[in-house]
Each structure stands twice: as structure tokens, then as C-alpha cells.
């Protein structure tokens, strides 16, 4: 990776409570950054919701500073993050709603603690997160996964030639342009491995 910084990346699960709060003001910080949040509905400076509680969080770490997230989170009253909200998404009565899982809040800012990274770095950090929320869903039973992926993000995996399922049209979500899409974790995470082995 560009910048020497892809050996310094170490992907894992949050080890505390402050670990736990410093993940979720990094959100924080960059959701409202780019509009998704308003700064006044969150005044403890941490951005969180019901769906934290059950949900299995990774995080990214440089230099011992978290600088990116992701989690793998479930139904709750039987309905998946996406599917809340004003601006909320149905998913198709055709896809199974078990046993799959939801991948959201994927955080890998362009700037950090320990410096500015570029959109390269920037991207095969958010496949390493990617990549460990896909194997933990793997390895827990899951069969399929669906996420809510910004545009942008969702058109670098595409390009890649990533087998994602696209659920329905692109719309507004949270301020941001985001796509449906739905994957096999068994498969991503595969993808992920033979795409983060290219030099």
C-alpha cells in the first residue's frame, strides 16, 4: 500500500469501553462531516444507536489510534438498520431474512491522528474491515449479508468486479447517496482475500 502504511493497519474487535467510545466519536465525527448527522442530535459527541448493543464492532487501528470501523449488526423488532427511518429501504419479499446479517457504519476517514491518507489507503483499509466483518458472519452461521453502501464506495467494489446482489434503486439515505446490495459472506470474503493479496 502507498504511504507505508498498510503494515501498521491491525483490524480487530474493540477491548473496551474507551475503545467503545472512541469508535463511536470517530463516527461521530465523520457522519456529521459529511451530512449524514446533524451535531445537535448527538451532544455527547458520540454518534450511536439501538443497533450497537447486540452488534459484533471491529475496529481499525494505526499507531494505536482508532481510524476506522464497521460493524455487523441484526434485526431489531424485524427490521434491519436500512429498513428505518423516513428515508428508509423495503428489502425484497423474495430475499430471506434468515439467516442473513447487516454490515454497517464503515468508517475509514481520509484524515486520522496520525495523518492525511489517500483515496488508495483509504480503500484497501475499508476491504480489511470488510473482510473481517465478512468472515465473522461466516464463521457464525450466516449465510447472507445486506448493506447499505454510499455510491462512491459501492462503484469501487463494482470495479472491482466484487459479487455483490444490487436490491433495489440508489436513493437519499441519512443526506447520502447509497445503493442496496446483498453478498454471500462466504464468498466476499474470499473476493476480499485474492483482492488485498494484489500487490
Known amino acids: 500500500m502507498s504511504n507505508g502504511f498498510e503494515g501498521r493497519f491491525i483490524i480487530r474487535s474493540p477491548r473496551s469501553e474507551e475503545e467503545m467510545r472512541e469508535m463511536y466519536a470517530l463516527r461521530y465525527r465523520e457522519y456529521c462531516r459529511i451530512g449524514s448527522f446533524q451535531k445537535e442530535d448527538f451532544p455527547d459527541g458520540l454518534e450511536k444507536d439501538g443497533y450497537d448493543e447486540t452488534a459484533q464492532h471491529f475496529i481499525s487501528l494505526l499507531d494505536g489510534a482508532i481510524v476506522g470501523s ?28 434468515e439467516p442473513t446479517c447487516e454490515l454497517s457504519r464503515l468508517v475509514a476517514p481520509s484524515i486520522g491522528l496520525s495523518g492525511s491518507y489517500s483515496g488508495a489507503v483509504r480503500f484497501r483499509q475499508s476491504l480489511y474491515l470488510l ?6 458472519s461466516l464463521n457464525h452461521g450466516y449465510r447472507y449479508c445486506v448493506a447499505a453502501w454510499q455510491k462512491a464506495f459501492f462503484e469501487r467494489l463494482k ?10 434503486a440508489g436513493k437519499s439515505y441519512h443526506h447520502t447517496e447509497v445503493i442496496p446490495c446483498a453478498g454471500y459472506p462466504e464468498i466476499l470474503s474470499a473476493y476480499l482475500s485474492s483482492v488485498l493479496e494484489e500487490k
Open 70 to 97: 464497521i460493524r455487523v449488526c441484526f434485526q431489531v423488532d424485524d427490521r434491519f438498520l436500512m429498513e428505518t427511518g423516513s428515508d428508509a429501504f423495503s428489502l425484497p419479499t423474495w430475499f430471506p431474512r
Open 131 to 136: 473482510r473481517a466483518a465478512c468472515r465473522w
Open 159 to 168: 470495479e472491482k468486479g466484487f459479487p455483490l446482489l444490487v436490491l433495489g
